[in-house]
């Protein structure tokens, strides 16, 4: 999951049917891979708030979200620095469990923050909202039970306060 | 005020001052076009929606006024994909309406139904699926002004019929206000006193001209510019016209076919310019080796370019125009409260200039007198060009030729297709320039591949009395994959060949009601020329049988560096250094 040339970009777009396509549209056209996408309503209920990883380096990152805010339905666009932003994802994994194993299990999920969500005989379903990293540690470590199933959100962000870094158009437009 | 859908988007056209609609109509855009009969508005019915795509964007170039076509949804739509593709990639700005099936049958691929938006999403500026009949004036408005502000280019409205065919409240639209569209105009003067120090110090600066000049209605503010500083000029395929020819200053055109001074300019420069241009890769060539050892300040309206392709040292984000004007305002209260002078001390880089144009003119052999050179019935035309005269062309050879032979005088007078080398662009656009501007006279350059595609649409100009010239210039082959298979596949001619005679130009040419003559011979290539120009009411089509091994000159080899610039063969030293 860790990877040098993975990018956060946070847009506030308009909540209308075909913008997700128009995005992706963008990402596809310079054959650039999402590695993760969430995408969910504001507070205003007119725009919505996509967060996109994205693998890729960064002078081609910087063209792409040049090209993304020049979409209308896109109103506002930035590269956040993991550094600079909280990220949040949520990881949902059903994983194998004997009898034995089970308070083993449950025990790791607590420790790191989790909690079970459902349960039967042979199976228990865990429910973590965390870092992106920390969800790896727990993926790694439920992996060695048997995971069934799992889903992961893909990160969310917001700039921290304070730290409102700025588009990467604009830092771009600095070069002067 | 109630009216059909249908109603008010002719009157919401009407309202933004469209005079004249390309179009063809089917069944899905039919209610459409039962209020235009009793609109205005004139609507040119075509054979081809391409053509329909072509002449908005011809009338756009020679009016820089928004081109206006309509076709119906499913194939009609995706016949003008190409236009829409082709107006992208030069930022043509075109307001295009398609019919589509009624909302209900919207996913149920009813009869001619197809996903326009969604195929002209990466084409278009922005595209609209219209759900409600009382959006569409408030729809409309947008559309035009998302076409043409800022870097303009085409725009796209779906129109399903039942949105047609239902009542709908008609209103004058309000100011548009798009919250995820906003254009900086004016450039940072932070960084056009910047741009005016990187000048004041340059020794061999150029002003790298581009389309943006011509959409911005840049070129006066150009002109001041380069006279004040003295600094030399190269126009762009896309900007030939920008900048007068007749005008020392003016190296010609860079590039993969552009004349060896313009070329080597901005190969040996210290300062690039960019003013509205975009680094295309038929410029730069090799973009590692390109330019080398100059700066760079990049003038563009549109964020996305800079930095693009090369990293600009200096940046003029802003209408074209605006940056020029600042830029000339900077230097000259630079200079007058300094001991620096305008224009500037660069006689040097002057000389050099001037010894390239010398030993390296475009050239051909002009004393060929058994075989009619392609350049030859192309500078003849210019010679007797009427004043304001527009040239239209398709791509290939022939369009090479054109930019490099003709001599443009005034802006928006040369209609051709350049980032999306759109073969059969030259006969519509051509028709489409002379509905814009009825006052001049309209030439088109031609190949015989390239007329092949889209000659139908003479039928349109002789129905709609859109009298134009075409040249069509008859070597018998796709000449330019010729050019190439000669060049770099070993003269293994593969799929090129077309034959002189069939089709029979001229019965063709007659048949769509247009006059037309065969030239085969050195001499008659003049009388013809005349004769075409003496008639007005009619369309005229010429058939030049021309050289077929000629071939086009200079040449940068694709993907090689500007100093690797082949000169005509007559050069006897070819590559220089």
Known sequence: MKNSNHHIVSALVENRSGVLARIAGLFARRGFNIYSLAVAPTDDSKLSRVTIVVDVETSLLNQVVNQLNKLINVVEIQELSPLDAVERELLLATVQCSTGKRSEIIQIVTALGGEIVDADISSLTIEMSSTPEKLDTLEELLNSYGILKIQRTGRVALPRLGYLAETVADSELKLA | MKLTGAQALIKSLEHQGVEVIFGLPGGAILPVYDPILDSSIRHILVRHEQGAGHMAEGYSMATRRPGVAMVTSGPGATNIVTPLMNAFMDSTPLVVVTGQVATGSIGTDAFQECDITG?????????????????????????????????????????????????????????????????????????????????????????????????SNASAALRILVEQTSIPVVTTLMARGAFPDSHELNLGMPGMHGTYTAVTTLQKSDLLIALGARFDDRVTGKISAFAPNAKIIHADVDPAEIGKVRKPDVVLLGECRRSIEELTRALTEKTSSSNEALPLNITEWHNTLKEWQQKYPLSYDRQASDVIKPQYVIEEISKRQKEGTILASGVGQHQMWASQYWKFNSPNTWVNSGGAGTMGFGVPAAIGAKVGRPDKQVWAIDGDGCFQ?????????????????????????????????????????????????????????????????????????????????????????????????????????????????????????????
Do not use: C
Not at chain 2, 165 to 175: E, L, R
Not at chain 2, 200 to 207: A, E, M, T
Not at chain 2, 524 to 545: C, G, H, L, Y
Not at chain 2, 569 to 576: F, Q
């Open chain 2, 119 to 215: 195929i002209t999403m990466g084409i278009t500026k922005h595209n609209w699926l219209v759900k409600d009949p009382n959006e569409i004036p408030q729809i409309v408005a947008e559309a035009f002004h998302v076409a043409t502000t800022g870097r303009p280019g085409p725009v796209l409205i779906d129109f399903p019929k039942d949105i047609a065919n239902s009542a709908a409240d008609y209103y004058t639209p309000g100011s548009v206000s798009l919250a995820g569209f906003n254009i900086q105009t004016e450039p940072d003067s932070n960084a056009v006193a910047a741009a005016a120090d990187l000048i004041l110090k340059s020794k061999r600066p150029v002003l790298y001209v581009g389309g943006g000049v011509l959409k």
């Open chain 2, 453 to 577: 595609m889209t000659a139908q649409e003479l039928v349109t100009s002789s129905a709609e009395q859109i009298p134009v010239k075409i040249a069509i210039l008859n070597n018998a082959y796709l000449g330019m994959v010729r050019q190439w298979q000669h060049m770099f596949y070993e003269e293994r001619y593969s799929e090129v060949y077309l034959s002189p005679d069939l089709p029979d130009y001229v019965k063709w040419a007659e048949a769509m009601g247009a006059i037309a003559f065969r030239v085969d011979t050195p001499e008659e290539v003049i009388p013809t020329i005349e004769k075409a120009n003496e008639i007005d009411d009619r369309s005229v089509v010429i058939d030049f049988r021309t050289d077929v091994t000629e071939r086009v000159f200079p040449m940068v080899p694709a993907g090689a560096p500007n100093d690797d610039i082949l000169v005509s063969p007559e050069h006897a030293d070819g590559i220089i250094q």
